[in-house]
C-alpha cells in the first residue's frame, strides 16, 4: 500500500475546503423538507463523531509490515477528517434549526457491534458505514436545494470517495493474501451486512428521503448498488477515484 500518498494527500486535504458561510438566518428550505432533513442529518452527525480509539487498536496491530509502514499516520489523518466532517454537520445541523444528538439506536447498534466481533470485523463495519455514507451525501447534495446544505454534502461525498478507495487499497491487499474460496466466502457475507444495513438505514431515515422525493426503497436499492461497486473496485486501482470531481462523485453515488 502506498501510505505516502495517503499521508500527502490527506494532509493537502486539509485546507482545501473554504467552509460555506452560514447565514445567521435560518435556512429558508420549507419546514416540511427541513425538519426530516435535519433529524436525519444529526444521526450522521453523530456517526461521524467518533475518537477512531479501537480503529487505531487495529491499526497497532497490523502496522509491523513493511508495505504498510506510515500506515497508522494515514489512518490517524483519516480519523481527523471524519471528526471534521462530525464538526461540519455539526454546524449545518445547528444552521438548520436542529439539535445534535448524544444517543440513537442505530449508532449504538454499528458501535456494539464493532465492537464486539474482533478488528477485521470492525474495519468492515467501518467500511459499510462509508458506503452508506456515499450514497446518503450524493442523495442529499442532488436533491437537496439550500445551499449551504449542498457545499456540505458535496465536501463530505468527495472525502468519502476518497475513504473509500483508502480502505480498498489496504483490504485488497489483505484478500489477495487469503485462499480464492476465502474471498469468496468473505464478498458472501460483506454483501449480506451490506444489504441489512442499506435496509436498515433506508427505514430508519424514511422520513427525510420522503421529504426530498426520494423513495426510500429507491434509496436502499442505490446504497446497495454502491456497495456492489466497491466490491468490483477491489479489483482495481485507487488512481480513477482520486481523479473524480465531486458531481462525478455524486452522480456515481446516485447512479445517475
Ligand atoms: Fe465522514
Ligand atoms: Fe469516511
Redesign the pocket.
Known amino acids: 500500500m502506498n501510505t505516502h500518498i495517503w499521508t500527502q494527500y490527506f494532509l493537502a486535504n486539509r485546507n482545501r475546503f473554504a467552509e460555506p458561510p452560514l447565514p445567521a438566518a435560518s435556512s429558508d428550505l420549507p419546514k416540511s423538507i427541513r425538519v426530516p432533513l435535519v433529524k436525519s442529518l444529526a444521526i450522521f452527525q453523530l456517526g461521524e463523531s467518533g475518537g477512531g480509539t479501537r480503529l487505531m487498536r487495529y491499526v497497532k496491530q497490523v502496522v509491523s509490515g513493511p508495505r504498510l509502514h506510515g500506515y497508522e499516520q494515514a489512518v490517524q489523518l483519516f480519523i481527523e477528517e471524519?471528526q471534521y466532517?462530525s464538526r461540519l454537520l455539526e454546524k449545518l445541523v445547528i444552521h438548520l434549526d436542529g439539535v445534535c444528538l448524544q444517543k440513537q439506536w442505530t449508532n449504538s447498534v454499528f458501535r456494539w457491534l464493532r465492537n464486539h466481533f474482533g478488528v477485521e470485523f470492525n474495519i468492515q463495519i467501518l467500511l459499510i458505514a462509508?458506503l452508506i455514507?456515499e450514497a446518503y451525501f450524493g442523495a442529499i447534495y442532488l436533491r437537496c436545494q439550500d445551499s449551504a446544505v449542498r457545499i456540505c454534502c458535496r465536501k463530505i461525498l468527495a472525502?468519502?470517495m476518497r475513504?473509500l478507495a483508502f480502505h480498498a487499497e489496504f483490504l485488497r491487499e489483505r484478500l489477495n493474501k487469503k485462499p480464492a474460496w476465502w474471498r469468496t466466502l468473505w464478498r458472501a457475507q460483506f454483501r449480506l451486512f451490506n444489504l441489512a444495513t442499506c435496509a436498515v438505514v433506508a427505514w430508519d431515515h424514511r422520513d427525510c428521503f420522503r421529504a426530498i422525493g426520494l423513495a426510500p426503497m429507491e434509496f436502499a436499492r442505490m446504497a446497495s448498488r454502491t456497495g456492489l461497486r466497491f466490491l468490483r473496485r477491489l479489483e482495481k486501482p485507487h488512481t480513477l477515484w482520486l481523479a473524480r470531481s465531486p458531481q462525478q462523485n455524486a452522480s456515481v453515488a446516485t447512479n445517475t
Request: overall charge negative; glycine content about 0%.
Open positions: 471524519e466532517h462509508e455514507a472525502d468519502e475513504h
